[in-house]
Structures are given as structure tokens and as C-alpha cells.
């Protein structure tokens, strides 16, 4: 497709399930991030991968987070034993630049809603 | 305090109003100035982008950003309903953490606009 696909649009799990998200960038597109969006909040960074190579990971809030693009295109954000606290829209967004200056054209997914009960 | 401050709102406003929108930041690195649009359930779009300090114009939307001040603003003219949404700021340093130059943004809050007949 033309946008940046995210696996599933709802997920509802218990506490202490493990849940994993799936993004399926624009073809071609270098830089994947994943951002977390609580409600009423903006996103907030959580992690970067240009190509496979996971750069920056020092948004993660937890060990429980992990996140994988292990061949430079589909990611996967994994959390494991899931609290409350991570009930929130989970989105992920890429772009064909590696740079600052003009890396602003982010193409972002709908997101996946988590709720954690 | 948060990096990047916007009045969470909710503004409501009548059809073919002004609308100003509005953020503080306090990170003296941003340069990359951004607004996304957000509706309901779906991910940010861009709206507009900004490099340092001036206005930029594209249609019924001018963005402002004064540096010397850290005050970013989106101005909306001739406003309709299908502007209803959330208006998110968001900004990027040319360099992040570790000297990395990838475009990771930091987010307001949002605004909640809407627009009625």
C-alpha cells in the first residue's frame, strides 16, 4: 500500500500478557520510528532504526520494551508483561531521509490503541 | 517542566474565524519546526514545516517561529468545520543526543480545535 501500515488497530490484554505490534513502513524508506501517545498527551519518541540498525533506543520506558527491524523494512515493538501504565496509542512512522534537515516529511500509520486491563 | 509547551485547549471556535495556535519550547537547539494535524483515531499528518525563525504561508495556514523568544505559532483563516481536529507542534535539533542527526521530534500536547457551522 501507499501508507504506513500498523498491526492490529486494537488490542486489549491482560496484566502481565505480552503483546507485539507490527509496522509495515512505505516500501523503500530508510528511518522507522516508533512514538507512544497517551491520551490527551502528544507522541512521545520512543525508538529509532535506520535501515536494521537500531541507532537510538533511549525513549523505551522500560526493559520491558523491545523493538526489532531485523530486515530494514517490517518492525516489531514487543512489551512484555504488560502493566497499566502502557495502555496508550502506539504509533509508528518512517521516512525515505537518515538526516535532521530533512527528515520532517514523516509518513505516520493510524497507530495501534493498546489497553492494558 | 516539558520540553515543548502547548495549551491543551479545547478551542471552539465559529466557521471563517482566525484561528491562533500556539507553542513555548525551552531546548535552545530546535531549529526544524513543525505542525501535524491529527484526527480522530488516525496518526499526525503534516501540515506545515519551519527551519529557524520567520513565517511561512500555504494557503489558509501561516506558521510563525520566533527563536528569540521560543514561541512557535500556526495561524488558520477563513476556518472550517473539516479543520476540527488536534494541532500538535513539534520540533527537531539539527543534532540529538550522541552527536545523531536523524530528525527525532519532540511533540506539544495538542490542541483540540473545533470548527462549527
Known amino acids: 500500500g501507499a501508507g504506513v501500515s500498523q498491526s492490529p488497530r486494537y488490542k486489549v490484554a491482560k496484566r502481565g500478557q505480552d503483546v507485539a505490534l507490527r509496522c509495515d513502513p512505505i516500501?523503500?524508506?530508510?528511518?522507522l520510528f516508533w512514538y507512544q501517545q497517551a491520551l490527551g498527551q502528544g507522541p512521545e519518541f520512543l525508538t529509532y532504526?535506520?535501515?536494521?540498525?537500531?541507532?537510538?533506543k533511549s525513549g523505551l520506558p522500560s526493559d520491558r520494551f523491545f523493538a526489532e527491524r531485523p530486515e530494514g523494512s517490517v518492525s516489531t515493538l514487543k512489551i512484555q508483561r504488560t502493566q497499566q501504565e502502557d495502555s496508550a496509542v502506539y504509533l509508528c512512522?518512517?521516512?525515505?531521509?537518515?538526516?535532521?534537515?530533512?527528515?520532517?516529511?514523516?509518513?505516520f500509520g493510524s497507530g495501534t490503541r493498546l489497553t492494558v486491563v | 517542566q516539558k520540553e515543548v509547551e502547548q495549551d491543551p485547549g479545547p478551542l471552539s471556535v465559529p466557521e471563517g474565524a482566525i484561528v491562533s495556535l500556539n507553542c513555548t519550547y525551552s531546548n535552545s537547539a530546535f531549529q526544524y519546526f513543525m505542525w501535524y494535524r491529527q484526527y480522530s483515531r488516525k496518526g499526525p499528518e503534516l501540515l506545515m514545516y519551519t527551519y529557524s525563525s520567520g513565517n511561512k504561508e500555504d494557503g489558509r495556514f501561516t506558521a510563525q517561529v520566533d527563536k528569540s523568544s521560543k514561541y512557535i505559532s500556526l495561524f488558520i483563516r477563513d476556518s472550517q468545520p473539516s479543520d476540527s481536529a488536534t494541532y500538535l507542534c513539534?520540533?527537531?535539533?539539527?543534532?540529538?543526543?550522541?552527536?545523531?542527526?536523524?530528525?527525532?521530534?519532540?511533540f506539544g500536547q495538542g490542541t483540540i480545535l473545533t470548527v462549527h457551522p
Open positions: 532504526f535506520q535501515n536494521e540498525a537500531q541507532l537510538d
Open positions: 513539534a520540533m527537531s535539533a539539527l543534532l540529538g543526543a550522541g552527536g545523531t542527526s536523524y530528525g527525532k521530534l519532540t
Open positions: 512512522a518512517s521516512s525515505f531521509s537518515v538526516k535532521t534537515r530533512t527528515n520532517y516529511g514523516y509518513t
Open positions: 516500501s523503500g524508506h530508510v528511518s
